[in-house]
């Protein structure tokens, strides 16, 4: 039985599967009050300790886990949970005396000025003593993942990033470089600093709450939980050599190939569909491709506004519109991109090489 649950469970871990699946699961847990009580938290950090333990058991996932490069991770993943349970559970508190008749926990406080001394000092004081304590047993136990002097002849395999940028480099494998590293940071960047521009909603101002905020809370807790933690696990956990994905109980073997022919949304119209040769004009060749995009990306704002978000189009005028929506499809856009590479081996839908330009 537990060689058969591990066998289901790297079959699970494939990308197409985890990231629905981590989807799936986030979207239904997130309106399910119950899942962010103190019984409901309870339980299913006590059901993720159990399963933890026991797939500890498994040598191939314990070498993984323990790695001392992917230590730091599991913690940030234990803090990255507790954290997102604390705020739900606050703002779920907070929407029942609002629904009561009262008012949230934050503008009950009758107290809102505090002493440097002692209550900011000492505190502050103990936790540090805590921390320096902390990373001295962390030191002494765990050996520094210090390798050998780098040699240009000898990468190593697989060669990661540091385990902030592990979203990043696995974005890097479905986007080109300038997509990946620039375009989508540069709008995660300018869509946060324009939030306050674009929701002027003035609830949740000053204190946590889930139904008056329920898409803005939602959107930015898929976007860090799925689109980035999620991305951090796949990268640190099913990221074996040669860059393939491996099961997390998988022994990782640096002979695995996987013959995968990625392909180009030209090729496909052009040569599987109609079969003949590419055109050498790469502005017919990648028509389809470029009239997907610009539809995707222009044309369906102005379709969502006249139908399914009107409401919002007539609430938030045109350009708040149009600029909360492009930003969303961008968004959208990148999971999108990842699974048609893992369904359909989809390389690039706009795909001109003679620029240096590729989508």
Do not use: C
Not at 87 to 109: C, F, H
Not at 180 to 208: E, H, Q, R, T
């Amino acid at each position: 039985m537990s060689d058969f649950l591990k066998a289901v469970i790297n079959k699970l871990s494939t990308p197409a599967y985890f990231v629905t699946l981590v989807t799936i699961f986030f979207f239904i847990t997130i309106n399910i009050r119950g899942m962010w009580t103190k019984r409901g938290g309870l339980f299913l950090l006590l059901f993720i300790a159990l399963f933890f333990g026991w797939s500890l058991q498994d040598k191939n996932f314990r070498s993984i886990v323990t790695y001392p490069d992917n230590v730091p991770i599991v913690g940030m993943l234990v803090l990255v949970f507790f954290f997102s349970w604390l705020s739900l559970y606050q703002a779920y508190r907070n929407d029942d005396r609002i629904k009561a008749g009262g008012v949230p926990v934050e503008q009950e406080t009758t107290h809102d000025k505090v002493f440097v001394w002692p209550d900011l000092l000492y505190p502050e004081f103990i936790s540090g003593i805590i921390s320096a304590v902390v990373l001295v047993i962390w030191a002494v136990g765990l050996p520094a993942p210090l390798e050998e002097p780098a040699n240009p002849n000898v990468s190593p395999n697989p060669s990661k990033a540091p385990w902030y940028f592990l979203g990043l480099q696995e974005i890097l494998v479905y986007f080109d470089p300038w997509i990946a590293g620039v375009v989508l940071p540069s709008f995660i960047i300018i869509g946060l600093m324009a939030i306050p521009y674009i929701d002027k909603n003035p609830k949740g101002n000053g204190y946590y709450t889930f139904m008056q905020r329920k898409f803005a809370v939602t959107f930015f807790m898929f976007g860090f939980l799925v689109l980035w933690v999620a991305l951090i696990i796949v990268g640190t956990i099913l990221r074996g050599p040669n860059w393939n994905f491996f099961g997390p109980y998988e022994p990782w073997d640096v002979h695995k190939l996987e013959a995968l022919v990625n392909v180009n949304l030209s090729e496909i119209l052009w040569v599987k569909i109609l079969g003949q040769g590419l055109p050498t004009n790469w502005l017919i060749r990648e028509s389809l491709g470029i009239f997907l995009v610009v539809t995707y990306l222009f044309a369906l704002p102005k379709l969502l506004a006249k139908t399914f978000l009107k409401k919002w189009y007539q609430e938030m005028g045109a350009a708040r519109f149009y600029i909360t929506v492009f930003l969303l499809l961008v968004t959208v856009a990148m999971p999108i991109k990842m699974y048609l590479r893992w369904i359909a081996n989809l390389k690039y839908v706009v795909a001109i090489p003679e620029y240096f330009f590729n989508i």
